[in-house]
C-alpha cells in the first residue's frame, strides 16, 4: 500500500515539475503531458483511497494521514473539475502544486492503519469529516484562484474577461466551502453532545474552525455587498489559505485537545 500511495506521490510531483517547466519555457507539449500525468494520478489516488478503505474496513478518514491523503485528493479533483468545466487551464500552475504541497505533508505522517477510536464509532463521522475534506479542498482552490489573479493583474496587458472568471470562480468556491463548512460545524456539535456530552467545549479545532467560518463570511459578505475591489479580495482568499492549513494541520501539532488525533 505504501508504494502505491508514493507512486501517486511521485506522478503529482512529476506533473507539477512538468507544469513549471512547460509554463517557463512555454512548452504545450510538456503542459500536456503534466495534464495528463496529474490526471493520471488523480485516478491512481482513488484507488489508493479505495483499497486502503478496503483495508481498514472503514471510511479512510480517521487520522492526521488519512484526512490530510482525502484532503490532497480532494483539492486534485476539484483542479481538474474546475480546469476542464469552466475552461480554466490557468488554475493549474497554482493548484497543481497544492495539491502536492498537501501531498507532502500526508508523506510526513504516520501510515499504519488502526481501529477506530470510541468517540470516532458514530454516524457522524463521515458527514462531519466529509464536509470538512470538500470545505477545505474548496477553500484551497478558491486561494489557488486568488493567487493567479494577483500574478495576472499585474500585467500591463492583463485580460479583463480572465480577471472576471477568476473572480468568480473564487467566489464560487467559497460559496461551495462555506456551505460545507457550516455543515462541519453544525454536525460536529451534534457528534460532542453525544460523544462528549456538551455541543460546544471551546476545543482548539473548534475554535479555529469557527475563525476559520467567520474569515470567510467576512470575504462572502464584502463579495456579496461591493465593500472591496477584485484585487484586494483575491488576496483576502490567498491569505485565508494559511487559516485553513492552520485549522487543519497547525492546531494538530501545536496545540493539544479532544480532537488531537482528527
Known amino acids: 500500500m505504501k508504494a502505491l500511495f508514493f507512486t501517486v506521490f511521485a506522478l503529482y510531483a512529476i506533473s507539477v515539475v512538468l507544469q513549471f517547466t512547460g509554463t517557463a519555457f512555454k512548452k504545450d507539449k510538456l503542459l500536456k503531458a503534466a495534464w495528463y500525468i496529474f490526471m493520471a494520478a488523480c485516478a491512481l489516488h482513488l484507488v489508493?483511497?479505495?483499497?486502503?478503505?478496503?483495508?481498514?474496513?472503514?471510511?479512510?478518514?480517521?487520522?492526521?494521514?488519512?484526512?490530510?491523503?482525502?484532503?490532497?485528493f480532494g483539492a486534485a479533483v476539484f483542479t481538474i473539475a474546475v480546469s476542464m468545466k469552466m475552461k480554466a487551464g490557468w488554475l493549474r500552475s497554482v493548484a497543481m502544486p497544492m495539491a502536492l504541497l498537501i501531498m507532502t505533508y500526508a508523506a510526513l505522517q504516520p501510515m499504519e492503519i488502526k481501529d477506530l477510536m470510541p468517540a470516532l464509532r458514530s454516524a457522524w463521522f463521515g458527514v462531519h469529516i466529509g464536509s470538512a475534506v470538500l470545505a477545505y479542498s474548496a477553500f484551497v482552490i478558491a486561494g489557488s484562484a486568488g493567487l493567479r489573479y494577483i500574478i495576472a493583474s499585474r500585467k500591463e496587458n492583463a485580460d479583463e474577461k480572465m480577471l472576471k472568471q477568476m473572480d468568480y470562480l473564487g467566489y464560487r468556491l467559497v460559496t461551495f466551502g462555506f456551505l460545507f463548512l457550516t455543515v462541519v460545524i453544525l454536525s460536529g456539535a451534534i457528534w460532542a453532545e453525544q460523544a462528549w456530552s456538551a455541543f460546544w467545549t471551546w476545543d482548539p479545532k473548534e475554535v479555529w474552525a469557527l475563525i476559520t467560518w467567520i474569515i470567510y463570511a467576512l470575504y462572502l459578505h464584502l463579495r456579496l455587498r461591493r465593500k472591496s475591489n477584485e484585487r484586494f479580495l483575491a488576496w483576502f482568499l490567498f491569505i485565508a489559505v494559511f487559516v485553513v492549513f492552520f485549522t487543519f494541520?497547525?492546531?494538530?501539532?501545536?496545540?493539544?485537545?479532544?480532537?488531537?488525533?482528527?
Open 48 to 72: 489508493f483511497i479505495i483499497v486502503r478503505g478496503i483495508s481498514a474496513k472503514r471510511l479512510p478518514l480517521s487520522n492526521q494521514f488519512e484526512f490530510a491523503n482525502a484532503f490532497a
Open 249 to 262: 494541520a497547525g492546531v494538530n501539532t501545536l496545540m493539544h485537545g479532544l480532537h488531537t488525533y482528527g
